[in-house]
């Protein structure tokens, strides 16, 4: 996929990858959800190919979870991204702080290995959570769809220093 890079395994350390997927009712409203998961699972296909490590949180509604990893992708990555649904409110802090722990871990298991930390969302929140401290590179996906577009991607891949892309311009 045209800039989205995954860092390849070296000898002892490797990559993780750890998408965080905004499930809130927003992101149904006009198929940004499902957007979402046609990038994940292009993703996952490409990061089982490349052989590096992913996870993926989930959050919407209350919660936040994890729903997979971290590990290395399986070849059915569609059998089981796509029945992932969505609605209620859009608890970013609880993803962002989900993801953190899990990066946070694997920082202390593995120094040397490079964490990168991916948000599809469209930045429909009012809560602004602080960069995870483990995440070595941040893109923050932005699925906002639409003619009036808030922007809130693109300021939360600023504050946290990262990079920030359009979902739309990506191939899926």
């Known amino acids: 996929m045209r800039h989205l890079r995954f860092a390849k395994r070296t000898t002892g350390s490797g990559a993780l990858h750890c998408f965080v997927l905004d499930c809130s009712a927003s992101m149904l409203a006009r198929g940004q959800l499902a957007l979402a998961k046609g990038l994940l699972i292009a993703l996952f296909d490409r990061a089982r190919a490349e052989r590096v490590d992913v996870a993926l949180v989930a959050f919407g509604g209350a919660r936040a ?3 997979f990893g971290p590990a290395g992708p399986r070849w059915w990555n569609e059998r089981w991204i ?4 969505g ?3 859009t608890p970013l802090e609880a993803g962002i702080g989900r993801a953190a722990h899990l990066l946070e871990t694997a920082a202390r298991r593995d120094p040397g290995q490079a964490r990168h930390l991916w948000l599809f969302s469209d930045g429909r929140t009012t809560q602004w959570p602080a960069r995870p401290r483990h995440a070595d590179h941040v893109t923050v ?3 906002e769809l639409g003619a009036v577009r808030v922007g809130r ?4 891949a600023q504050a946290w220093s990262g990079e920030c892309l359009d979902a739309q311009a990506l191939p899926g």
């Open 82 to 85: 796509e029945p992932i649904g």
């Open 65 to 67: 979870e994890l729903r």
């Open 87 to 89: 609605g209620g409110g």
């Open 141 to 143: 996906i932005d699925c």
């Open 153 to 156: 991607c693109e300021a939360l």
